[in-house]
């Protein structure tokens, strides 16, 4: 069991920047990946950025530049920073992470999520 606790959304103005915090608690040694998503009503949730336990990242190609995906394992916590923001990235953002359950399945976690809106 892994539980997740996201942090750090709010209203800002366009241009304006966040910082996202997820901490991950529970059976966390066997996470192979986290990741941040996005979703708004009446679309599938999206990809924004991930990492793996390697500090391998991947981005969504509306936030390279932008957005920024860090980890401090110390703290277990996860971040992304947000900059330039845009009305269209509003959304409430979830924080995931990917979990070795067997040697061919895997399995996500999802925190509750926290609400970003981009004024224009």
């Known amino acids: 069991q892994v539980q997740l606790v996201e942090s750090g959304g709010g209203l800002v103005q366009a241009g304006g920047s966040l910082r996202l915090s997820c901490v991950a608690s529970g059976s966390i040694f066997s996470i192979i990946a986290m990741g941040w998503y996005r979703q708004t009503p009446g679309k599938q949730r999206e990809l924004v950025a991930a990492?793996?336990?390697?500090?391998?990242?991947d981005y969504a190609d509306s936030v390279k530049g932008r957005f920024t995906i860090s980890r401090d394992n110390a703290k277990s916590t996860v971040y992304l920073q947000m900059n330039s923001l845009k009305p269209e990235d509003t959304a409430v953002y979830y924080c995931?992470?990917?979990?070795?359950?067997?040697?061919?399945?895997?399995?996500?976690?999802w925190g509750q999520g926290t609400q970003v809106t981009v004024s224009s």
């Open positions: 990492i793996t336990n390697g500090g391998s990242t």
């Open positions: 995931n992470a990917e979990k070795v359950v067997t040697g061919t399945s895997r399995f996500k976690y």
